[in-house]
């Protein structure tokens, strides 16, 4: 009797397990069918897109709870051979290099060795002074936030353009209200911020960032384009008159004359602090990962503290750049309500030489996207390039929302 218990207990339990093995197969099957679905709903999605807005290449990644969820590329590295763009494959970020400035700035002040009141002139190495407000001190503080009352009229790719012994013409870089006032997105601020960081910290320029930055989170790139692997370098385009799609070489330019020539301390921005870092989209989402930890990633990496990092990312100074507008910004980073209707974003956009750059995140810090494009359409929507905002909804469709990361 006790024999025949114990078959019909075995019997029971292989019974069991024969089911929950079915139910799991069922569950893992349904489960890539589903991926399958979102995988062909993005494909399907960047494959219009592309075609509607005459995209050269893509690459795309997206953070979802601190973790890289997905990276991908397509289209072209170089048009005229038809190289395939690839995920390791870097691009000039433009504008989202002034947040690598301001990161670094950051760790300065929080060493002590920068105040964000200081006065530029005494930082910069020659007096800075808006003419029509002579006795207004401009500082770090109004750089980084874009209300230092500078414009870029006299150009930024060298700082002779504000330098009173350099430029007899000084006086039109400044705009005729008091510093602090206003906002005004100006180049030249950054390259001035990254000449402070290179006086300041004694490192050129480039080095501090891929030394204080980039190698700490694992990220290739760089400013410095006889230091990159020049196999990489996504090709950028610029549509001509005619639509058609133009190399522009100059986005690589080496500027090896001038680097040999290099004044250490004033020639800084031919390194460009203001947009001159190369990295692939992927690279920059590490560097988001950063950026949503409040300094510090996921696996335990610290590149700021928490209230530099919140200083940074905070609503300093409005820009109504925006339709409906909330648009504010802080250190290098901004915030809108445009990018993604519903959510609140922050991070920064880049454009330059035809590449048009998005790393932007959720104020909740739980998701964030990078999008990279080497040449495209002109087209805008909601105050965005066209590319950004259509495949910043895409993938935030497909792979963010009704999940846990998709907080109000």
Known sequence: MKRVFSILICAVVAIGLLFTQTLSA??????QTAQCTVNQ????????????????????????????????????????NKTPLKEDDIFRIASISKSFTATSIMQLVEQGKINLNDDISNLVGFKVRNP??????????????????????????SLKSIDPSKNPNFEKAYNNYRPGSKYEYCNLNYNMMGTILERVSEVRFDNYVVKNILEPLGVYGGYWID?????????LYQPNKEGVMTAQPEAYAPRREE????????????????????????????????????????DGVTILKPESSLLMQSRLTATFEYPNDDGFYGFAIATNNALIPGKTMIGHTGGAYGVFTSMFWN??????????????????????????????NLLYNNLIKGTEADRQ
């Open 26 to 31: 069922q569950n893992q099957g349904a489960g």
């Open 41 to 80: 709903e993005i494909e399907s999605g960047i494959a219009k897109i592309m075609q509607d807005l005459n995209v050269v290449g893509l690459g795309v990644a997206v953070v979802s709870n601190g973790d890289i969820i997905y990276s991908n590329s397509w289209g072209y590295k170089n048009l005229e």
């Open 132 to 157: 029509n407000y002579p006795d207004v001190v401009i500082t770090p503080y109004m750089l980084l936030t874009h209300t230092s009352s500078l414009n870029d009229s006299q150009g930024y790719f």
């Open 227 to 235: 230091g990159l692997d020049k196999s990489k370098f996504v090709t």
């Open 259 to 298: 680097i040999a020539n290099y004044e250490f301390g004033y020639s800084t921005p031919i390194f460009s602090p203001t947009g001159g870092l190369k990295t692939s989209p992927r690279g920059l989402a590490r560097v988001m990962q950063m950026h949503l930890g409040l300094g510090t990633t996921k």
């Open 363 to 392: 104020k909740e810090r739980t998701f964030g996207i990078v999008i990279m494009t080497n040449g495209c359409t002109y087209k805008t929507e909601q105050g965005f390039m066209s590319i950004h905002y259509r495949v910043s």
